[in-house]
């Protein structure tokens, strides 16, 4: 089932997670409706806040077209797509850096560089509830870490450079009101 996206402006983005205690069947299904919603959204990645739900659970799917490097090889051959991450940390993070153009499904239409560790040694809970530990790289790694930013309630607003927040501010300002409009906020 396609669920309902959040959007800037949605108080539920700014929640942090609560960690998941056991994987049940209940939160099954909620992982499979969001990768199911993830896909009908052409993303590459939701989180919880993203559908209003508060749990500590994303998933991401990277088609492997965008997990190659610039010669063309597999960046992440052994990892099995679409990911479907409960309680995810990273255990250990490069100190190499990449910037790249990041989007987000609750920002549409928005686009803004953010600098991220290369590489992410993550650990999480899969959706038979057993637990993984995966060195990830490249698109893959960031957009992890771009998912679990939403799980602490950080958004790709916090994460861009002071001059572009200033050059998009108002796309954003509109994007929020629209949100607020919506829900009866505002
Ligand atoms: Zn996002």
Known sequence: MKLDLRFYGD?????????????????????????????AEDGIGLAAQ??????????????ATGDTDEAGTRLNPDVAMPMILFNPEIVEASDATDVYDEGCLSFPEIRAPVT???????????????????????????????????LAGVLI???????????L????????RE???ALGLA
């Open 11 to 39: 108080p539920a983005l700014r929640q942090k997670s609560a960690p998941v205690a056991a994987v049940d069947d209940r939160l099954r299904t909620l992982a499979d409706n969001m990768v199911e919603t993830m896909h």
């Open 50 to 63: 993203q559908v209003g739900e508060t749990v500590s659970l994303c998933v991401v799917d990277v088609p």
């Open 116 to 150: 991220r560790p290369s590489e992410v040694t993550v650990r999480w809970t899969d959706r038979d509830g057993a637990k993984r530990e995966q060195r990830l790289r490249g698109l893959v790694a960031r957009c992890v870490q771009h998912e679990m930013d939403h």
């Open 157 to 167: 607003c916090d994460r861009m450079s002071a001059v572009k927040k200033v050059t």
């Open 169 to 176: 501010s108002g796309k954003l300002k509109r994007l929020r």
């Open 179 to 181: 949100t607020e409009q």
